[in-house]
């Protein structure tokens, strides 16, 4: 494990007290480098966007009370995003790279948060950006913009996009960085795809268009053995119950290179210009091919998101040969510990889709099954990241 291994966290470990997105602070900063993007490597709504019960809340009236319901108002959670640097200079270079896209266009920038993305725009020379923010970060936004000097390119829509009313009726590129924890985790994708139905002109752009998750293989004794098998004797008790509870919950961390054991699969490509808001719920089949002898405890997942409508193609990656980034690697530790050679197959498949209670939530499904010369397993094993 790398450095972080010490701070590993579940991600309901850190949503005891906030909602899902808060689990984007869990962000680790590691490195300041530069980072070479260019191909380089209501119940659920209320915990993104201000509460319409609530009073109104504005600056240092907030009470801890109001973050849990609106955790994207806290600028902590902003800071973790903005210092992303693969993140934010990836979309930087896109639209500072590729103005011939944004020059003289009607811009909606879905999930505005600080406003970062839509100053971005109106610097590359966009004739207008409706940067919609459903937070009360929006106020923050609007503050910021006005300080900058671009008040008169960019309208601040405090709201979500479901509810809002846009003063156009179409707008010429979406852009938007909605993507959660294992690609779909807090189901903003839907907002994308609403708003992009609702507004974007016929052959309009939506950045980034291209998002694929990937699987692959792991080596994990010492963490499996420290998180998981701790829970069957806890001071001399059973507390097994929690062991149950422990495994199913994916886990959002790093994974060194030293410990993939497989090649890496893709699951699934997303075309976010195409796709129906359906699409995000899929069962993909997977084959892991053992590179070299060893021990599997875990499947780990990661994603690719790309601008493939830029000049050169600009994409990035949160897998683990790649440079950190605050959404790291989803950990899916397996009941068995398998013993496999190398040449073998793990295959199977891993259905995923929002639960049904809280469509924030991911409801995962694995079937995994391994026939090989030392071990024989097969299993089914349902996950939930909340
Ligand atoms: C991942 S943050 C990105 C913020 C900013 N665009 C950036 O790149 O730093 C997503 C933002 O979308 C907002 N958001 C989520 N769902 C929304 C919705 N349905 N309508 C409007 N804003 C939404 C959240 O409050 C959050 O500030």
Request: proline share 2%; with cysteine.
């Amino acid at each position: 494990m790398s450095k972080s291994m010490d701070i590993k966290h579940n991600v309901s470990e850190n949503n005891t007290q906030s909602s899902a997105v808060a689990t984007k602070m869990r962000f680790e900063y590691e490195d300041d480098e530069e980072v070479a993007t260019e191909s380089s490597n209501l119940e659920e709504d209320s915990a993104m966007c201000e509460p319409e019960t609530s009073l109104v809340i504005s600056g240092d009236n907030k009470t801890s009370a109001d973050y849990y319901f609106d955790s994207y108002s806290h600028f902590g959670i902003h800071e973790e995003m903005l210092k992303d640097v693969v993140r934010t200079k990836t979309y930087q270079n896109v639209i500072y790279k590729n103005s011939f896209l944004f020059k003289d266009k009607v811009v909606l920038d879905v999930g505005a948060g600080t406003g970062i993305l839509s100053l971005f725009c109106a610097k590359a020379g966009a004739k207008h950006v409706y940067a919609v923010e459903c937070s009360s970060m929006a106020d923050m936004a609007q503050e910021i913009i006005n300080k900058n000097g671009f008040s008169n390119v960019i309208t601040v829509l405090k709201g979500k996009i479901e509810e809002i009313e846009l003063p156009v009726s179409q707008v010429d590129v979406i852009i938007s960085e909605w993507m959660g924890y294992f690609l779909v985790y807090e189901n903003m994708l839907n907002t994308v795809l609403y708003a992009r139905d609702k507004w974007l002109v016929q052959d309009g752009l939506v950045l980034p268009d291209k998002a694929s998750l990937y699987l692959t293989a792991i080596e994990d004794a010492d963490y499996k053995e420290d998180k998981i098998e701790f829970w069957n004797g806890v001071y001399g008790f059973d507390m097994s119950c929690i062991r149950k509870l422990a495994i199913s919950e994916p886990l959002v961390d790093t994974v060194k290179q030293s410990q993939i054991v497989t090649n890496c699969h893709l699951l699934k490509t997303m075309d976010i210009s195409k796709m129906s808001a359906g699409n995000a719920s899929f069962t993909a089949p997977f084959k892991l091919v053992a590179e070299r002898d060893d021990y599997i405890h875990a499947l780990v997942a990661h994603f690719d998101v790309s601008f493939t409508k830029c000049h050169k193609l600009i994409s990035f990656s949160t897998g683990p040969k790649s440079q950190t980034t605050h959404w790291k690697q989803t950990i899916l530790y397996l009941e068995d510990v398998l013993t496999i050679c190398q040449g073998e197959a793990l295959m199977g498949t891993m259905t995923v889709a929002p639960n049904i209670k809280n469509p924030r939530d991911v409801d995962i499904t694995l079937k995994y099954s391994l026939n090989g010369r030392n071990c024989v397993a097969s299993r089914t094993q349902f996950y939930r990241m909340r």
